[in-house]
């Protein structure tokens, strides 16, 4: 792996710039980066008589036009339905300070990617004491169902 400039690093407070257009269909939702990153379900599209997508906001409201070329549009990500534990060892690097825990992240489209959880020493703490009492809470259950 090629070590990252500080050129090619993100920066903090960075602006969303148009890069590749994004052609949305019928009732897509898009984000416009025309409009400072609002988001809006796709109403019309470009045509002989219309120039321009047409969007609205997804809970209603006013409508807005965005470039034919979708030069300024972005599609929007699945939202996230849950994250799960990977059956992998937690790994701590000192150096770093900090613990990754492999996961998976499941996404409302039903897609799911592998990622870590990166830890401090002081969430580790507290999460271990949130599972001493989660583990004691169960048991405890267990014991009260027999």
Do not use: N
Request: glycine fraction near 8%; charge should be neutral; aromatic fraction near 4%.
């Amino acid at each position: 792996m090629a070590e990252q400039t500080s050129e090619q690093l993100p920066s903090r407070g960075a602006k969303l710039t148009p890069g590749a257009p994004f052609h949305p269909r019928l009732g897509d939702l898009a984000l416009d980066l025309a409009k400072g990153g609002m988001i809006g379900v796709v109403v019309a599209l470009p045509s002989d008589t219309s120039a321009s997508y047409h969007l609205r906001p997804p809970g209603g409201g006013k409508d807005w036009r965005a470039r034919s070329d979708g030069s300024t549009l972005r599609p929007v990500p699945a939202p996230v339905t849950h994250v799960t534990p990977l059956r992998r060892d937690a790994v701590y690097d000192h150096r770093a300070a900090q613990a990754a825990l492999p996961v998976t992240v499941h996404y409302e489209d039903g897609g799911a990617c592998e990622t870590v959880l990166v830890l401090t020493p002081a969430q580790v703490e507290l999460y271990s004491i949130q599972f001493t009492r989660l583990i004691a809470a169960r048991e405890s259950a267990r014991e009260h169902a027999r």
